[in-house]
């Protein structure tokens, strides 16, 4: 062969990529990917003791809602096509310990009476919300840790009392050791055999959370432990997001998540390819509100780059996303089509 001349694979390199590139029909018929809303879930705020709906600083079209405008809001995201929701119930009361899911889950009965299976809820098992403190566990009378074997105790409890108030799936984002299995055989013994875990498995002590600690009134407000960083991942920790993973995987956790998106990309392709159980992301206040910052100040376009962010997840493994834009999805999505 003369030394000049090309193989087929590098006259189709040098020639040919933009040829699949060329129109909007051959783009979408050589796609290795979609969105679609049917994989998206919407996080949900319901707020006791305030008297109307609030808007949360930085995220457009997101509310802290009373219980009556929940419902509402649930009823326009069904028509929005969004089925699938994540509840985060903020009581009022806050305590240190003894902690009471009644706020929580008379918002789940609720939810269950007026839609009855018309939606998949899910319900965020944490204790940030629910302490003075904004730590997600319990911290005992010397005030310098959270203490882990209590933690588990009030988020199993918890747990069951969602479970019982009719949760579909029940997902932990406290980050303490052991809750998958304690949740789980709490949720056997109870025969909720059909209630699903999902956890928070590889969830990193981000920046990223800013937007939501005002959503949830769960910033961290203790003197002496002012940051999560006894109990999130730190973020060049990918053998510790693995590890963790594993461990709830094996005490039984159904679905395992990533949280932040963006940033955690890697850490997403890996462990979906390692870890064969469903993986899903979770696209956080500080990446929602960053996009959406950015187009209001006219640097880009919101819809395309929500996409854009979606579609990542989905290349690098993720077939579940929480998403606060889950309710625009389906807008997008036709909009961009
Ligand atoms: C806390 C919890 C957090 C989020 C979900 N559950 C925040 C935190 O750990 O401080 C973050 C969600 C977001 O930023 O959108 N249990």
Redesign the pocket.
């Known amino acids: 062969m003369a030394a000049n001349s090309m193989s087929d694979f590098e006259r189709y390199s040098k020639m040919g990529l933009r040829r699949l590139r060329g129109s909007r029909w051959i783009r979408e018929l050589v796609a290795e990917n979609r969105v679609s809303v049917d994989q998206m879930v919407q996080p949900l705020f319901v707020v006791d003791g305030i008297s109307r709906p609030e808007a949360v600083p930085g995220m457009t079209g997101v509310f802290r809602e009373t219980p009556d405008s929940l419902l509402k809001q649930i009823e326009n995201d069904l028509e929005k096509g969004v089925r699938k929701f994540i509840l985060f119930g903020v009581p009022a009361d806050k305590r240190e310990k003894d902690f009471s899911a009644s706020f929580t889950a008379n918002q789940i009965s609720e939810i269950r009476k007026r839609f009855g299976k018309d939606l998949f809820l899910s319900v ?1 098992v ?1 204790l ?1 919300s629910y302490t003075a403190h904004g730590h ?1 566990g319990v911290i005992p009378p010397e005030g310098d840790h959270v203490d882990n074997e209590a933690s588990v105790q009030a988020l199993a409890d918890l747990a069951l009392s969602y479970a019982q108030a009719g949760a579909d799936c029940v997902a932990p ?2 980050m303490m050791d052991g809750r998958i299995g304690a949740i789980r055989t709490l949720l056997d013994q109870n025969k909720l055999y059909s209630t699903l875990v999902m956890s928070y498995s590889a969830k990193f002590h981000s920046k ?2 800013g937007p ?2 005002n959503a949830a009134d ?1 910033a961290p407000k203790s003197q002496s432990l002012k940051d ?1 960083a006894t109990y ?1 991942i730190d973020p060049s920790r990918m053998n510790d997001a693995f590890l963790s993973s594993l461990r709830d995987s094996e005490e039984g956790a159904d679905i395992l998540m990533v949280k932040p998106g963006l940033p955690y990309l890697d850490v997403l392709a890996r462990l979906s390819d390692q870890i064969k159980k469903p993986w899903a992301v ?1 696209e ?3 990446e929602y509100a960053g996009v959406e910052v950015l187009a209001q100040n006219g640097l880009m376009s919101a819809p395309a780059a929500h996409l854009e962010a979606w579609t990542a997840f989905v290349r690098a493994g993720a077939s579940i996303i929480i998403t606060y834009g889950a309710r625009n999805a389906k807008d997008y999505l036709s909009a961009l089509s």
């Open positions: 965020d944490c940030c997600c984002s406290d990223f959370y939501f600690r769960s999560r999130q979770y956080v206040s500080g």
